[in-house]
């Protein structure tokens, strides 16, 4: 059981959003679409919710067509989804207990509303606020009542348009978590919108990166972080430097030093145009003779180390290093540690 999307093609004007967008969503699975402003993630999450029309393709859901070109479209009322909006769209003259009983009344009719509601409330953490309006909760507690709407009617997919941008940093790792947990537990199909890369990795079991309305990758976290395909998907996901060289087989020279990198799961796409994806956590700065040169530019601390921003004959490399001491304007070498070899 899966959701399939077809040949999907949508413009606005004369300008084309989503291009030729094939892609299938299994049953539980938690998805990310991902990718900077504009690229297209909320049209196609809007199409799947049937808030947006196409221009041509298919959206189909176990057979059950969602919409197909010009001749089908199902209202979204009777897709059996539901949506988690950016700004929690709550109303401000409802509780958070009447916010649950709306949406029973709407799509569920069962005996027992009163015991799955109060259900929600405790899996949600809001015992206790029942009968707290908006305007008393907190912004992660709007979320939580946001979730448990969205959960009560047991939609088969749950789609989430960038539903922690409106949260600090500490309460958007806090509910990324909670959102994870409530998605193990419910088991519902889940289709999330972010331009976040922590988000992403940390929540899917899959990732598909939009750029300009088109798939440009797709795959796990671990495959999307580990082995980007495209320089997009490197700069974007891993902030990946893209070193210059040449590929003898499976081994890097550097252009302009002489050092050569060793790599046998570099994707074809770099190997081409010759170059090499290094993620800043990977490189490391030193006082050697060896390396690329280069000259620190300026020095952030954060937490987990020093990002370090160096310019060079590569142009701006960036560094992720644990190490301090260094300084602006000072001359050093960026070297790849566990790859490192003098050229022969």
Not at 173 to 183: D, Q, S, T, V, Y
Request: charged fraction near 30%; proline fraction near 3%.
């Amino acid at each position: 059981m899966s959701l399939v999307i077809k040949n999907l093609y949508k413009s606005f004007g004369d300008k084309a959003v989503l291009k030729d967008i094939n892609l299938e969503i299994k049953e539980g699975e938690f998805i990310s679409l991902l990718g900077a402003s504009g690229c297209g993630k909320t049209t196609l999450l809007k199409i799947i919710a049937g808030f947006e029309g196409i221009d041509s393709g298919e959206v189909i859901k176990d057979g059950r067509i969602f919409v197909k070109n010009n001749e089908v479209f199902l209202p979204p009322q009777d897709r059996n989804l539901n949506m988690v909006f950016q700004q929690f769209a709550l109303w401000p003259h409802m509780n958070v207990k009447e916010h649950l009983e709306y949406a029973v009344k709407g799509r569920n009719k069962k005996s027992n509303a009163d015991e799955e509601i109060n259900r929600m409330i405790d899996i949600v953490g809001l015992k206790g606020f029942e009968k707290s309006y908006p305007d008393d909760l907190s912004g992660g507690q709007k979320q939580r009542v946001a979730l448990a709407r969205a959960l009560i009617t047991r939609p088969e997919i749950i789609l989430m348009d960038e539903p922690l941008s409106a949260l600090d940093a500490n309460l958007r790792i806090e509910m990324r978590k909670f959102i994870k947990e409530i998605h193990d537990k419910f088991k519902s199909t889940i289709i999330y919108v972010t331009h976040d890369q922590g988000e992403a990795l940390a929540m899917s079991d899959r990732i598909v990166i939009l750029k300009n309305g088109i798939i440009e990758q797709e795959g796990s976290p671990f495959e999307i972080y580990e082995s980007p395909k495209t320089e997009y998907v490197a700069k974007f996901v891993g902030k990946s430097n893209l070193i210059r060289g040449s590929w003898q087989g499976d081994l890097f020279e550097v252009e302009g030093c002489d050092i050569t990198f060793k790599d046998k799961a570099v994707k074809a796409n770099f190997a081409n145009q010759n170059l090499y994806p290094v993620k800043p956590e990977d490189l490391s700065i030193s006082k050697g003779n060896s390396g690329i040169s280069a000259k620190v530019i300026s020095i952030e601390y954060m937490g987990t180390g020093f990002e370090y921003k160096l310019q060079s004959n590569q142009g701006i490399i960036n560094v992720h290093s644990k190490k301090a001491g260094y300084r602006p304007g000072e001359d050093v070498k960026v070297i790849k540690e566990e790859f490192y070899r003098d050229a022969m």
